[in-house]
């Protein structure tokens, strides 16, 4: 089991914003990074640090973090954003690196 | 452009060895950590491992730890996995990744293409 919690699957009106969350105890300590992952491609960096955007990553995507839980918010989710979204962080003992075990976001 | 690419697709049986690579180019290779990320087939990512190219200094996941040895030849750019014994159960997409900066080590903006590597008898 992974020390990183996501919700497996979550979905969103067209155009609506969705909040994608990631628990554990690490977070409380590190910066969280958020990954999107579509069919038969590799993993690509959406938000990493604070909430800091990659370069051609839109301005949809942001980030969030309170206590034990870091958040992902698109706003106005787009039918491209369709797509299984993972969280990583260093974990509680600060010497490893884990990955959440990936939401599914459905767009309707 | 920085760019990572990743040896090609394997097929191999049960108890054979496997070295999978994975080059860096575009940047100073020796300056950034490379990291291993194995996702078995409908699953997830998963963290395999770091190395860093300058000293070799490397760590792996409890999970991972002594089933795969990551290596790097800095003359090369080139960054390794490998398996001295596989299992069935390796069968899986193996990704490389490269943070986005210095000293970051797990925000990994660049990817390599994947190396899928098939187990079976």
């Known amino acids: 089991s992974s020390e990183l919690t996501q919700d497996p699957a979550v979905s969103v009106a067209l155009g609506q914003t969705v909040r994608i969350t990631c628990q554990g105890d690490s977070l409380r300590t590190y910066y969280v990074s958020w990954f999107q992952q579509k069919p038969g491609q590799a993993p690509v960096l959406v938000i990493y640090g604070k909430n800091s955007r990659p370069s051609g990553i839109p301005d949809r995507f942001s980030g969030s973090s309170s206590g034990n839980t870091a958040s992902l918010t698109i706003t106005g989710a787009q039918a491209e954003d369709e797509a299984d979204y993972y969280c990583n962080c260093r974990d509680s003992s600060g010497d490893h690196v884990v990955f959440g075990g990936g939401t599914k976001l459905t767009v309707l | 452009e920085v760019q990572l690419v990743q040896s090609g697709p394997e097929v191999k049986k049960p108890g054979e060895s496997l070295k999978i690579s994975c080059q860096g180019s575009g940047y100073t290779f020796t300056n950034y950590w490379i990291a291993w990320v194995r996702q078995m087939p409908g699953k997830g990512l998963e963290w395999m491992g770091i190395i860093y190219p300058g000293d070799s200094d490397t760590t792996y996941s409890p999970s991972f730890q002594g089933q795969v040895t990551i290596s790097v030849d800095k003359s090369l750019n080139t960054a390794y996995l490998q398996w001295s014994t596989l299992k069935a159960s390796d069968s899986a997409m193996y990704y490389c990744?490269?943070?986005?900066?210095?000293?970051?080590?797990?925000?990994?903006?660049?990817w390599g293409q994947g190396t899928l590597v098939t187990v079976s008898s």
């Open positions: 990744a490269r943070p986005s900066s210095t000293p970051l080590v797990y925000e990994y903006e660049y």
